[in-house]
């Protein structure tokens, strides 16, 4: 039996586990159930994602419940707070003093990135030109280097957060890699009883050292439905088109959307965001319904906005051309 043959005949039962990571973990927070499923799409599509809120608006919070669902063993996950002052051996590994002395420029990586599957970087727009080099060697080639030669990381998901988007321009790059950000927004307006229930019962949890939410899927899960879906992209590259799972009048509303959202400078979109783009769509509607793309999974699009000054402008335009494309 082939690879493919093998993910088709398990794909339903990882789609489902994956999906139940998001439905499981929405019970434990107010009014973040957005925010949750773009946690679970981009893990599956293997895409980064940019929380972006005030201090306590649950960022933090919202990815490590998350991890605790996966169970992940010792090792595959590294978080860590990053300042202007970090150096790449907090976050790489410190220099091998014993190999330095024969001549070899290699790092220890145990309990790094290199090692990890899922990273967690808080404060991720305070990293220096140093950190910043190394961040986008793995995020762009999933690569890290020892003496000088590359070395392939097994990253599957980096999810970032920030008070705010940086919107200068030494932070170009790294923002650019980030293709979707969502904003973790204050609930205790509109939803404080709500709110304060929730935090009380997630207060005890932590007391008790209970993790209700632990073991729901492994990320092997996402891993396999991301392979399935690699495995379809390939035969409609290959031949058999775009339309099989991405209708005409869909893709062009998608291209449109695009197009409007870069002439009206509510958005950046380049060659390769177009691309990752579209594998997100074809996630999403894989997740949220296991076949075509539909015009409704194009609100992931509202996500494109670059900054907190055009998060709601590009919101709004995005559902304004949905209504009337």
């Not at 060697?137 to 008070?163: H, I, S």
Request: hydrophobic share 45%.
């Amino acid at each position: 039996m082939s690879e493919f043959e093998t993910l088709r005949s398990q794909v339903d039962g990882a789609r489902e586990r994956v999906n139940r990571v998001g439905e499981v973990l929405k019970r434990y927070f107010v009014d973040k159930d957005e925010l949750i499923d773009l946690m679970v799409l981009c893990t599956t599509a293997q895409e980064p994602l940019l929380l972006v809120g005030a201090p306590g608006t649950a960022k933090s919070d919202l990815v490590v419940k998350f991890v605790q669902a996966l169970s992940l063993p010792d090792g595959d996950y590294f978080e860590y707070m990053l300042t202007r002052f970090t150096e790449p051996s907090e976050i790489i590994g410190p220099i091998d003093i014993n190999q330095l002395r024969e001549g070899n420029y290699i790092r220890r990586v145990e309990g790094k990135i290199p090692t990890a599957r899922v990273v967690f970087l808080d404060e991720i727009f305070k990293s220096n030109s140093a950190i910043l080099n190394t961040l986008l060697t793995v995020l762009n080639e999933r690569k890290y280097y020892q003496d000088g030669k590359p070395v392939t990381v097994p990253l599957v998901m980096l999810f970032g957060a920030t008070n705010s988007v940086a919107s200068y321009e030494e932070m170009d790059a790294l923002r650019d890699r980030f293709v979707l950000k969502v904003e973790s927004r204050s609930v205790r307006s509109a939803r404080f009883e709500a709110l304060v229930t929730a935090g009380l019962a997630n207060e005890t949890y932590r007391a008790l050292n209970q993790q209700p939410w632990a073991g729901v899927a492994s990320l092997d899960d996402f891993v396999a439905v991301r392979r399935f879906l690699d495995y379809q992209e390939n035969d409609a590259a290959a031949g058999l088109g775009l339309t099989r799972w991405f209708p005409p009048d869909v893709f062009d509303l998608f291209r449109r959307i695009l197009a409007g959202l870069e002439a009206e400078e509510l958005a950046a979109v380049s060659d390769r965001k177009v691309i990752k783009l579209y594998r997100l769509l074809r996630t999403r509607a894989f997740l949220a319904h296991g076949g075509e793309v539909r015009r409704e999974d194009l609100r992931l699009l509202c996500h494109l906005g670059e900054d907190e000054e055009r998060f709601a402008l590009v919101r709004e335009r995005v559902e304004q051309m949905l209504r009337v494309g």
